[in-house]
């Protein structure tokens, strides 16, 4: 896990509560996709509704599990011209990737918001199972946030230490 040291112990009840969502998410989805399957090749009866709930699933895990890959610094890397930097440098670099992140995420969430806002205005729903589309994007916009936060607070947890520690 790379959450810093000395933090771990703080943060971890978050990422283990997060993971943990995701995992019971994903059981979810595969539980709707098996009996979706079996209802429509054995019984020529698939589950009303079987694509929205799988598509808004797939949303919860995406959207459950980005916080924890934040803490974890889990995003996908790749180091062509930085591998031969030293602890100063690396430092710096990762410093650098996760305020970029945070950005990144910050500038997510405030289109899913925006988005949220303007389905919730329009009273827009699902096809066929009507759920609101309004709360789904403001809770997806919401878990951006967490994880930019989280992203943020990883950075100034290593400037707290100097830029000395290191990642467990």
Same mark, same amino acid.
């Given at each position: 896990m790379a959450v810093e040291a !000395?933090?771990?112990? *703080?943060?971890?009840?978050?990422?283990?509560?997060?993971?943990?969502?995701?995992?019971?998410l994903l @059981?979810? +989805? @595969? =539980?709707? &996709?098996v009996v979706d399957v079996a209802g429509?090749? %054995?019984?020529?009866s698939p589950?009303? #509704?079987?694509?929205? +709930? &799988? $598509? +808004?699933?797939?949303?919860?895990?995406?959207f459950s599990g980005l916080p924890a890959v934040c803490l974890d610094? !889990?995003?996908v890397t790749v180091r062509?011209?930085? *591998?031969? %930097? =030293?602890?100063?440098?690396?430092?710096? $670099?990762? *410093?650098?990737a996760r305020l970029i992140t945070a950005? *990144? +995420? =910050?500038?997510i969430a405030w289109r899913l918001a925006i988005q949220g806002m303007r389905t919730a205005?329009? #009273?827009e729903v699902t096809t066929y199972l009507r759920l609101p589309v309004g709360p789904i994007a403001y809770t997806a916009a919401a878990l951006c946030t967490v994880s930019a936060l989280l992203t943020l607070t990883l950075v100034a947890m290593r400037a707290g230490r100097g830029g000395t520690a290191t990642s467990v």
């Open positions: !000395g933090g771990t112990l *703080a943060l971890r009840p978050i990422r283990i509560a997060l993971a943990a969502l995701s995992a019971v @059981m979810a +989805l @595969m =539980g709707i &996709t429509r090749y %054995l019984f020529n589950v009303f #509704g079987a694509t929205e +709930l &799988t $598509e +808004l699933v797939l949303a919860a895990v995406i610094d !889990g995003h062509l011209f930085t *591998a031969r %930097l =030293g602890p100063r440098g690396k430092a710096v $670099e990762l *410093a650098i950005a *990144a +995420l =910050g500038v205005s329009y #009273g």
